[in-house]
């Protein structure tokens, strides 16, 4: 029998469910800046969830009133001005509106018919995207839950592109019978596209670094090197633009007028380093990307668009159908005018992404987010200052964009001294919470390396680090 009352008792609590869902936002919006980056004590605060499923609820506004309580003690404020470990971005107000739009109508972009205006802005949004970032008009584009998944939307094309060259439909066979795919990187290259090359069955270790001596930027006499070592034999090059514990780039023009000469697809990881291209400061740094045959970047980066999303873009679009594509008779049919996007990445289901991208693109323009990217550009400089400045502070490379490598040194420590005392203060950080940063490695160095983002991180967020980092680290050593 219908479930009658169900249906009258949700809809009931939906039309409630508004005042309750603007009073979070307006309080979120209220407090964003002067949230605890990480809340001290998170771990006691959620031992509670631990019960059995309970067989029936109190509804929705008491969980979410209870689920509010519990971001307040246990929810990382990754959205706030004081988050600088990995690559955080924020939210711009366009770009989270346009997100809560989208969650709001459930959008589902799986193909033209489930949202005509979901598939349309997402391919307008990756138009204005490549426009923005100096790549071809031509080339096609899929949005992605981020960069790692671009990373595998772009090696899967780039992998169909290889097993062509050596006759076989490697989306239709498989890999049974060819050779291992040579892949050529740098010892920047991204933990991501080794965790890709795993799903993609090339392997995680088919890397060949052709970095210089030591790990790092790509040598590009020794990826000719290996290049002349394959005879012709057809390769995948992935250059790294913007590497994450210093910000630098291996020589993306000249490595990629390099694997043109020989049989080879070129891949670009510019996950947030391809925004370099937007301002007049930084776009020598990715001149010649646009030569590439895919690139990856991330939208929750330095787009300050929500999580989750990123794009791959693939200059074949040809190829993108050939490696993601799939039918079933209740399906649009291949031929169909109208976009599936489903069928030229790896989601089926996908969330309309493009809503935040085109409201974010829509409302500040490249104007807007060329200051966007100046401003983080400022904060990083402003801060190399300041640990210069700081005799207990060591800057440890050159800031060519958004991440300072430094480490703290009071003096008088050895190197492996110096390694456990900002290991240490690294785990002292994250328990402090005020700030969430982590610790990297730079060669044999224990480094911090604070990537800015945000639009929302101000000078004086940066002066505070500075200064909870002399103060936990005098306190420690
Ligand atoms: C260069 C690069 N590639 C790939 C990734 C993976 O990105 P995501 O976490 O969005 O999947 C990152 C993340 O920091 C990155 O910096």
């Not at 002349?228 to 090059?237: D, S």
């Not at 776009?283 to 668009?305: F, I, M, P, Y």
Request: net charge negative; proline share 5%; aromatic share 6%.
């Amino acid at each position: 029998m219908i479930d009658d009352d169900l249906g009258a008792a949700l809809r009931a609590e939906a039309a409630e469910l508004a005042p309750e869902i603007a009073e979070a936002l307006r309080e979120a919006m209220a407090t964003v800046d002067r949230r605890t980056a990480l809340p001290p004590g998170a771990e006691a605060a959620l031992r509670g969830l631990d019960v059995p499923l309970p067989a029936s609820g109190p509804g929705s506004a008491a969980i979410l009133r209870r689920l509010r309580a519990l971001i307040e003690v246990a929810g990382a404020n990754t959205n706030g001005p004081k988050c600088f470990h990995f690559v955080i971005g924020g939210t711009t107000p366009a770009a989270l509106g346009a997100d809560l739009l989208a969650t709001i109508h459930d959008t589902l972009t799986y193909t033209w018919i489930t949202s005509p205006l979901g598939v349309t802005l997402e391919l307008q949004a990756l138009a204005w995207l490549r426009e923005l970032l100096g790549l071809p008009r031509g080339w096609s584009g899929v949005m992605v839950t981020g960069a790692s998944m671009a990373n595998f939307v772009a090696l899967a094309a780039a992998r169909q592109w290889w097993g062509e060259a050596l006759g076989v439909d490697v989306a239709a066979r498989g890999l049974s019978g060819l050779p291992p795919m040579p892949v050529l990187s740098s010892g920047y290259v991204h933990a991501s596209t080794r965790k890709v090359l795993a799903l993609l069955g090339c392997g995680r270790d088919a890397v060949t670094d052709c970095s210089v001596e030591g790990g790092g930027r790509l040598d590009t006499a020794a990826l000719r090197r290996e290049l002349e070592r394959l005879k012709g034999a057809p390769a995948v090059v992935v250059v790294n633009a913007g590497e994450v514990n210093a910000g630098d780039f291996d020589p993306l023009a000249e490595a990629i007028e390099i694997a043109r000469r020989h049989d080879c697809w070129i891949h670009v990881d510019g996950a947030f380093g391809l925004f370099a291209r937007v301002s007049p400061r930084t776009e020598h740094l990715v001149r010649g990307a646009e030569g590439a045959d895919s690139a990856t970047v991330d939208g929750h980066k330095w787009l300050n668009v929500p999580y989750d999303c990123g794009f791959a873009f693939v200059r074949s679009h040809d190829l993108l159908v050939k490696a993601f594509r799939y039918s079933a008779d209740y399906l649009p049919a291949p031929d169909d005018p109208r976009p599936t996007l489903g069928a030229i990445g790896p989601e089926s289901s996908r969330r309309a992404r493009g809503f935040a991208v085109w409201a974010a693109l829509a409302a500040y323009g490249s104007d807007g987010q060329r200051r966007l990217v100046e401003h983080n550009l400022d904060l990083a400089l402003h801060l190399a200052r300041r640990v210069d400045e700081a005799p207990e502070l060591e800057r440890l490379a050159e800031v060519q964009l958004n991440i300072v490598a430094f480490r703290f040194n009071p003096g008088g420590l050895d190197e492996t001294e110096l390694n456990e005392l900002n290991q240490r203060l690294g785990v002292a950080l994250i328990e402090d919470g005020r700030f969430l940063v982590g610790t990297s490695k730079l060669g044999a160095k224990t480094i911090f390396r604070p990537a800015f983002s945000n639009w929302r991180t101000r000078e004086e967020d940066v002066d505070e680090f500075v200064a909870v980092v002399l103060e936990l680290g005098r306190r420690l050593s």
